[in-house]
Structure formats: structure tokens, C-alpha cells
Nanobody
């Protein structure tokens, strides 16, 4: 059974940084794309970033986080990270880790993914 456990959320002032981690278990982690989504109060869940399984590590970012957030992974530790810098109040949301259910597919299909329980990120102005 696949499990994703996020950590690293918290309260930070605008301009600050946080690093989210997602520990995965239950399958061969290195074959699957991973990603991060977020959901703010009253809004739909939205894509934040994704990273391919290995090799060239193709990365994709939502436009508003480009240049501020960096996604990375350590396949030896079955962990994916989201480094968030220059945080803004608009980044406040619950952040969810996701893993594609199909191996060797780029990106994350929200309808074909495993999900973590989420971690709260709050950015104060």
C-alpha cells in the first residue's frame, strides 16, 4: 500500500522560506513522477510543481511559483522536497504531495494519483 507523508509546513512571515518533505513508501519510488498541489480555503486544489521519476528529472511549475519554489527528490530516501522561498500571503494553503499511479509518466494526473494527508502553510503579511 502506497503511503505519502508530508512534513515541514508551518507559519512564516512574507518573504520567508519553508521546505516541505514528502516521505513515500509502499512501492519502487524511483519509477514514478511526484508532485505538489495546494488548496487554499474556498478554492479548488491546484497544481504547484512536479518532477519526473529519474534521469533528466523533468520539472514543471505553476507560473506563480516559478523562480521561487524548487522541487527535488532523493530516490535513495524515497523523499520528494519542495523548497519555497520568497513566500507570499497568497501561498497560504494546505499543500499535498502526490504520486502518479502509472510508472514512467510525466506530470501528475490528479485522477490517477496517490495523495498525502496535507500540510498547512500559512504566510503572514
Amino acid at each position: 500500500q502506497v503511503q505519502l507523508v508530508e512534513s515541514g509546513g508551518g507559519l512564516v512571515q512574507a518573504g520567508g522560506s519553508l521546505r516541505l518533505s514528502c516521505a513515500a513508501s509502499g512501492r519502487t519510488f524511483s519509477r514514478y513522477s511526484m508532485g505538489w498541489f495546494r488548496q487554499a480555503p474556498g478554492k479548488e486544489r491546484e497544481f504547484v510543481a512536479s518532477i519526473s521519476w529519474s534521469g533528466d528529472m523533468v520539472r514543471n511549475y505553476e507560473d506563480s511559483v516559478k523562480g521561487r519554489f524548487t522541487i527535488s527528490r532523493d530516490n535513495a530516501k524515497n523523499t520528494v522536497f519542495l523548497q519555497m522561498n520568497s513566500l507570499k500571503p497568497g501561498d497560504t494553503a494546505v499543500y499535498y504531495c502526490a504520486a502518479h499511479k502509472t510508472p514512467y509518466r510525466l506530470g501528475i494526473d490528479p485522477n490517477n494519483a496517490y495523495w498525502g494527508q496535507g500540510t498547512q502553510v500559512t504566510v503572514s503579511s
